[in-house]
């Protein structure tokens, strides 16, 4: 267990719909981090906050938004849901932006249908 | 630019044999380099990390990667497969500075036979 809690496991919804995902950083980890995981994809970085604050960002569509709240807590925030955004979407977190391991959370697996 | 291939999308072993899966790393600058592995339908687990201290570096479970700086490679080695190694198995990049992002390689589908 990594410490990293993620909710839900499991999402199912249909296009055109909006979910958000949450994710509770380790006790203390400043850093948190969006990666998605799709078949044709791979894993791929979505976004960075340190400490409420966006800090990088990937291949983050602009249907996509997150952000993290004041108790460190992010939420990653999908609308105009399309088939292809089905993917497992995991949370990370570190305990500062500088050479520090990222700890994963189980994920959660989104189906658009 | 950083990125990370790896050789091989799948390796099969026989358990108790050597496992050996291949990484090379493209980085302008000194990089972090990881192992992650991942169970079906489970999240990311830490194997090990090299961050510029010792070129070998021990990992969990026996694993263990070798920092190649004139080869640019990281390849991932355990002496002896256990039949709970199968996973899938990510080399992972990470540049120096304030942006940690992770670039991940394609992965490694590790199988072990009996």
């Known amino acids: 267990d990594s410490g990293v809690t993620q909710t839900p496991k499991h999402l199912i919804t249909a296009t055109g719909q909006r979910v958000t995902l949450r994710c509770s950083p380790r006790?203390?980890?400043?850093?948190v981090y969006w990666y998605q995981q799709s078949l044709d994809q791979g894993l791929q970085f979505l976004i960075q906050?340190?400490?409420?604050?966006?800090?990088a960002k990937g291949n983050i569509l602009e249907r996509f938004s997150a952000q993290q709240f004041p108790d460190l807590h992010s939420e990653l925030n999908l609308s105009s849901l399309e088939l292809g955004d089905s993917a497992l979407y995991f949370c990370?977190?570190?305990?500062?932006?500088?050479?520090?391991?990222?700890?994963f959370g189980p994920g959660t697996r989104l189906l658009v249908l | 630019a950083q990125s990370v291939t790896q050789l091989d999308s799948h390796v099969s072993v026989s358990e108790g044999t050597p496992v050996l899966l291949r990484c090379n790393y493209s980085?302008?600058?000194?990089?972090?380099l990881f192992w992650y592995v991942q169970h079906p339908n489970k999240g990311l687990q830490l194997l090990l990390k090299?961050?510029?201290?010792?070129?070998l570096v021990k990992g969990i479970n026996g694993f263990e990667a070798e920092f190649k700086k004139s080869e640019t490679s990281f390849h991932l080695t355990k002496p002896s497969a256990h039949m709970s190694d199968a996973a899938e198995y990510f080399c992972?990049?990470?540049?120096?500075?304030?942006?940690?992002?992770?670039?991940f390689g394609s992965g490694t589908q590790l199988t072990v036979l009996p």
């Open positions: 980085s302008s600058y000194s990089p972090s």
């Open positions: 990370a977190s570190s305990s500062r932006d500088s050479r520090e391991t990222q700890y």
């Open positions: 006790s203390g980890d400043l850093s």
């Open positions: 906050y340190y400490n409420g604050e966006e800090r």
């Open positions: 090299y961050t510029s201290a010792a070129t």
């Open positions: 992972v990049v990470s540049l120096s500075g304030s942006a940690r992002q992770l670039t």
